[in-house]
């Protein structure tokens, strides 16, 4: 069984920025792919980014890339998410997520969810 707790959501103005963090409570925190996903109200889970075991295969939604980071400490048993220029689309409740194996931009596919931590972008 994983853990997984986020922070760093909050309130932010049109083009701030915000990191997010998701700390792991399993030791074996290198043998899972991770993944940020978020939901807006009224509608499904979308996939933002996802990172591999290692950190070394990275993927984002087309809608982030150029303006969020994924990266993980596995040291630390942390994934975070850089997000930076924030558009109020961005408005969401953002997860992280974990799975063994292989990365996935399926939420589908993921074992472990955190609780979430919301993020709001003002125009």
């Known amino acids: 069984q994983v853990q997984l707790v986020e922070s760093g959501g909050g309130l932010v103005q049109t083009g701030g920025s915000l990191s997010l963090s998701c700390a792991a409570s399993?030791?074996?925190?290198?043998?899972?792919?991770m993944g940020w996903f978020r939901q807006a109200p009224g509608k499904e889970r979308e996939f933002v980014a996802t990172?591999?075991?290692?950190?070394?295969?990275?993927q984002y939604a087309d809608s982030v890339k150029g303006r969020f980071t994924i990266h993980r400490d596995n040291a630390k048993n942390t994934l975070y998410l850089q997000m930076n220029s924030l558009k109020p689309e961005d408005t969401a409740v953002y997860y992280c997520?974990?799975?063994?194996?292989?990365?996935?931009?399926?939420?589908?596919?993921?074992?472990?969810w955190g609780q979430g931590t919301q993020v709001t972008v003002s125009s």
């Open positions: 997520a974990a799975r063994p194996g292989t990365w996935n931009t399926s939420p589908g596919v993921y074992d472990y």
């Open positions: 399993t030791r074996a925190f290198s043998s899972y792919a």
């Open positions: 990172i591999s075991m290692m950190g070394i295969s990275i």
